[in-house]
């Protein structure tokens, strides 16, 4: 699968660097470095032993587990407390920390509690089906949900490790209509099948026990959960109904909900919670529960319940694959590298000099010591950390280092107001991209003015000014400012500007008074100065500042983190007790990477939200008005109608129920693409009442209906996957629906006549020593295989193992005795290999030369091909629903179902040249004719 454009922007084509996973993200600590080094008298203490700091995930970590659950307002108060955040926002720090923590999760109030800790002590009780005790999997389904929050794999009690199998495992091996499964070591379900078992959950460790049968005070507290969940439906059944969507409740997050609040709820085996919902009248499916009559199969496509084994299996990977060097709060149970560890990467990463990574690492660990120990109370320190900070790759690596960081802004300020003169322009050029990271573009873009009057030569804040004054459409004031930072003139951002903006004084000599009337030359004025900036269209003066947005690394985070979910395997099967993924291709992967990511970053992952609440204010209206009504926007399926090349085309909407036309001016695209073809693409109003598509991906009319669902289910992630991976070959098969094998055996008969007599009672004899098995199948005769007899010589012929099997065994019976002599097998690809690599003795175009001049064999194969449409038109079709084409074109619903079979009869026939339509191939058009289309 290839992306069908090639008008997609270098900066879009540049994030797929952004996407490759870096390593684990590192801490610093104080250096043992004096204050000599920063052109101080008086030396620290060194800091010899490197004690790792609280984060902010350990402290949300203690409070949770003494109090249970706590609103994000809560959290952040009271770790702010703790002074181990300086955030001004410390609600947004701890979520940062804990969002994608497996040991944290968010209740159905909102408030976050961790799973472990509620979990801990808790009895579930489940009745054992027979597949489970002879499969070793203990299915989840509702009896056992909750076991899914735990945050790390469990064990036996006496160590022995639990594995967790994903939905398609565990319904194929159980039968049962799960989500998953744990499987433990042989012999952990030794039980009776239908028996009572309670799985226990300690300190990690999973005990099952068999149990009684539960007594009324425990059918009293499992009828309270039921009706709790009754309650929580009746509540959410206008809303769901709303919007569309089936009313249903995660049993899982009911019972994390319930538990936090009452500790003991579990602490005494209760009722199976399959059958307490069932006796309240619930229905439950797999790990939800709903009312009587849920339509479940469409609740498990909305959710596109993920089957994998990413939930334990990754927990241990670094979860900010990106973070390598951010220091972020985000993560717990974090390894602090040692010096030559920490110094390797960010020599690597930053491209940094000894020196210079040396005073990185004096600036990081003065912050931490900062941090820990409030304002360090000495000026000359800070004047002596605003000189390093005042070397250029200094500045660049910590400008990247603050999107992380929130907390370093308050110390970078302090650093910022001891600078004086360039490195002033440094320092605040650095704060102002602390500023920009936490939201606030006003602070940011006065610290980079103030930065530019220090010095109005240093890159960074004319780079980051630029794309200021970009956003807010003063192009020429941008252009200027790339201009002096010598940008190249093949830069995304500086070439199109230059498109844009005029110059300051067209067709005038280099040589010649200045027109501003300086009095000076114009080569020595304004020559290279900016004049007016050209209207340009809302559509693409939008599109290019979301290009620079998604150039951000906070954005650049979360296309890794598609591109991570992209990559995990989408699959697994057992085949003779082995797992085997099914990944995307990465090559794959990576071409779609400037096409989809940013589209799934911006309209799923919330960043286009994000763009309208931080750069909304500074946006032209016409562009704020335009981002606002992009926010609905939905991908589509397109085929397209017809091409206008080098001007435009007109598709057809696939998921609007009038197959709707629609125009599109887009050139690009109407040079990559032709009649017929299908593409995903996202189409938006473009602020004058007409439509402007987003970049387009190519797919194949034989996989449009696939396409179709998974566009419709609105999961770009699950479409990417699907994109990727690699479509299996076909598995050809013969007629009993056995693989492929061409199978020839050779025999020695020590009595040829014999065996000729023995062959007859059991096979067809053919005559001339030619023995046939036969079987009847879809009302005709079929040939399994034979056996010729040549002398004494037996030759077994047949095309599948099976049959190859049962041909050799009653060869043998009929000759006892018979020596076999040598076996030739090939596979199906072999063979097709081979045919392949043979040359084809005619020559192209000799079968339209041949037919040309032998007008009675083309005008005979014509007729013959005539024979077969009208066959084919009375014929039963399944792509059709098992309608003849005649009844599908008088069936209002089924007409586009056969439209879409005779379009992709013309696409395939276009693709395949003119020799094979031309050729034992049905017409279309004459087909359309014939069925009065």
């Known amino acids: 699968m290839k992306p069908l454009t090639t ?71 009271l770790v702010a407390e703790s002074e181990i955040t300086r955030a001004a926002r410390p609600e947004r720090a701890v979520t940062r920390a804990i969002e994608d923590d497996p040991h944290f999760r968010r209740l ?18 489940h009745r054992l089906a027979a597949s489970e005790t002879q499969s070793g999997l203990l299915a989840f389904g509702p009896d056992l949900s909750l076991l899914r929050a735990l945050p790390e794999a469990p064990s036996t009690p006496d160590g022995r490790p639990i594995e967790r199998r994903p939905g398609t495992v565990a319904r194929e091996l159980t039968g049962l209509d799960t989500d998953g499964a744990l499987e433990g070591p042989e012999g952990w379900l030794a039980f009776e099948p239908g028996m009572l078992v309670h799985v226990r959950v300690d300190a ?165 010591l900062d941090r820990r120990q409030g304002d360090l109370e000495d000026t000359a320190t800070y004047a002596g950390l605003a000189g390093l900070v005042g070397v250029d790759a200094i500045a660049r690596t910590l400008a990247r280092h603050v999107w992380y960081v929130p907390d370093m802004e308050a110390f970078l300020e302090r ?32 610290l980079l003015r103030s930065a530019l009057a220090a010095d109005p030569t240093f890159e960074l804040a004319l780079l980051e000014l ?62 290279g100065r900016s004049g007016d900036a050209m209207a340009v269209e809302p559509q693409h003066a939008l599109r290019h500042k979301l290009d620079i947005w998604m150039s951000r690394p906070d954005t650049a985070r979360t296309i ?48 286009l939200a994000r763009f309208i609440a931080v750069e909304g204010p500074h946006l032209p209206a016409a562009e704020a008005a335009l981002a606002e009504s992009w926010l609905w926007t939905t991908r589509t399926l397109a085929e397209v109608e017809s091409v206008r090349q080098g001007k435009g085309l007109t598709i057809r909407d696939m998921l609007e129920p009038d197959d709707r036309l629609i125009e599109l001016s887009d050139v690009s695209l109407s040079r990559g693409v032709e009649p017929l073809d299908l593409m995903c693409v996202r189409l938006m109003p473009d602020g004058h009442g007409l439509v402007y598509s987003s970049d387009a991906v190519g797919i194949p009319r034989n996989r449009g209906s696939a396409a179709l669902d998974l566009i419709r289910a609105g999961n770009g992630v699950a479409l990417a996957r699907w994109i990727a991976t690699p479509v299996p070959p076909p598995v050809l098969q013969n007629t009993e629906g056995e693989p492929l094998a061409l199978i020839k055996a050779t025999y020695r008969l020590p009595d040829a006549e014999s065996a000729s007599i023995a062959l007859a009672r059991k096979l067809r004899d053919e005559g001339e020593g030619r023995f046939v098995e036969w079987y009847e199948g879809h009302g005709r005769e079929w040939i399994r295989g034979s ?73 005979a194969m014509a007729e013959a091909m005539r024979g077969f449409e009208n066959q084919w038109l009375e014929e039963s079709i399944p792509a059709l629903g098992g309608l003849t084409p005649r009844q599908a074109a008088a069936d209002k619903m089924a007409r586009r179902e056969l439209d879409a079979l005779l379009k992709d009869m013309e696409w395939g026939d276009r693709r395949a040249g003119p020799r094979q339509a031309n050729q034992g191939t049905m017409d279309p058009a004459r087909l359309r004719v014939l069925l009065g289309l």
């Open 7 to 77: 008008y997609l922007s270098r900066r879009a084509v540049a994030h797929r660097r952004s996407c490759v996973p870096r390593p684990e993200r590192t801490r610093y600590s104080a250096p043992a470095v004096a204050v000599r080094d920063l052109g101080c008298d008086e030396p620290f203490d060194s800091v010899e032993e490197r004690v790792p700091r609280p984060t902010i995930a350990a402290a949300a970590a203690e409070l949770l587990t003494a109090r249970r659950a706590l609103s994000i307002e809560d959290l952040g108060r």
């Open 415 to 446: 650093i910022a107001k001891a600078a004086t003169s360039a490195d002033a322009a440094r320092a605040r050029s650095v704060l102002a991209v602390s500023a920009e990271a936490r939201g606030d573009m006003a602070a940011a873009e006065r």
């Open 466 to 527: 630029a794309r200021r004054e970009t956003i807010r459409g003063r192009y020429a004031d941008a252009l200027d400012h790339l201009r002096t930072a010598r940008v190249p003139t093949d830069d995304v951002d500086r070439a199109w500007l230059e498109a844009i903006v005029r110059p300051a004084f067209p067709a005038t000599g280099r040589n010649e008074p200045c027109p501003c009337g300086s009095g000076r030359k114009y080569k020595h004025c304004h020559l």
């Open 204 to 368: 990690r460790r999973l005990a099952i026990s068999p149990g009684d049968e539960p007594d009324a005070a425990s059918k009293l507290a499992a009828r309270g959960i039921a009706a709790q969940a009754r309650t929580r439906l009746d509540a959410t059944a206008a809303d769901c109904a709303a919007l569309g969507v089936p009313s249903a409740l995660s049993i899982e997050a009911l019972l994390l909900f319930l538990l936090a609040g009452d500790p003991g709820l579990l602490a005494r085996p209760l009722p199976p919670l399959g059958e307490a919902f069932a006796d309240a009248g619930l229905e439950v499916h797999r790990g939800h529960v709903g009312p009587a009559g849920t339509d479940w199969a469409s609740l498990d496509e909305m959710f596109e319940i993920e089957e994998s084994d990413e939930f334990w299996d990754d927990f241990d990977s670094a979860d900010d694959l990106d973070d390598d060097l951010d220091g972020s709060d985000g993560e717990s149970g974090w390894q602090l590298p040692s010096d030559e560890e920490m110094s390797r990467r960010m020599a690597d990463h930053y491209n940094l000099s000894a020196q210079e990574e040396k005073a990185l690492e004096v600036i990081l660990g003065c912050f931490e």
């Open 108 to 125: 159905l109030d909102d408030r976050w509690a961790m799973p472990g800790v509620l979990l801990e002590g808790a009895v579930l009780t």
């Open 787 to 859: 056996i010729a007899i040549a002398g004494d010589i037996a030759t077994l012929d047949t095309n599948s193992v099976k049959r190859a099997a049962r041909l050799e065994r009653t060869l043998l019976r009929a000759a006892p005795g018979a020596r076999f002599i040598k076996r030739e097998e090939s596979g199906i690809d072999e063979l097709m290999a081979e045919t392949r690599s043979k040359p084809r003795p005619a020559k192209p175009g000799a079968d339209e030369a041949f037919l040309a001049h032998s007008p009675e064999v083309a005008a």
């Open 560 to 607: 890794s983190r598609i591109y991570m979910d992209i990559i995990r395997p989408i699959g697994r099967k057992r085949a003779k007790g082995t797992l085997t993924d099914e990944s995307p291709d990465p090559e794959l992967v990576e071409a779609l990477a400037p096409v989809l990511l940013p589209d799934i970053a911006l309209y799923e992952r919330g960043e």
